[in-house]
């Protein structure tokens, strides 16, 4: 699997964006976004499943970030609002064949996008 993101850029704080990433290659059973930022560890953001669509976020971003799939066009979107700093990182979307139990652990992903900067600006 092969992945695409996109989306990324600079926003002042309370604003929004939206983060795309596209697959191609094989079904992609689980997406998720993960962010690094700098000089800290990569660290889980949110994952949707293919069965139920399920989805999953870490608590800073909840309420905040809607993570969504349109598998006719073997897409994910990470909808970002009321951004703030601390929200500023690198920010991977990644993908999995398989439907772990597991979302939050990057082990469970076997597929990488490239990464996409997002910068939040007070």
């Known amino acids: 699997v092969q992945l695409q993101a996109s989306g990324g850029g600079q926003v002042q704080a309370g604003g929004s964006l939206r983060l795309s990433c596209v697959a191609s290659?094989?079904?992609?059973?689980?997406y998720a976004w993960f962010r690094q930022a700098p000089g800290k560890e990569r660290e889980f953001v949110a994952a949707i499943t293919r069965r139920l669509a399920t989805t999953h976020y870490t608590d800073s971003v909840k309420g905040r970030f809607t993570i969504s799939r349109d598998d006719a066009k073997n897409t994910v979107h990470l909808q970002m609002n009321s951004l703030n700093a601390d929200d500023t990182a690198v920010y991977f979307c990644?993908?999995?064949?398989?439907?772990?139990?597991?979302?939050?652990?990057?082990?469970?992903?076997?597929?990488w996008g490239q990464g996409t900067l997002v910068t939040v600006s007070s």
């Open positions: 290659g094989r079904t992609v059973s689980k």
């Open positions: 990644a993908a999995s064949t398989i439907e772990h139990i597991i979302y939050n652990r990057r082990e469970t992903y076997r597929f």
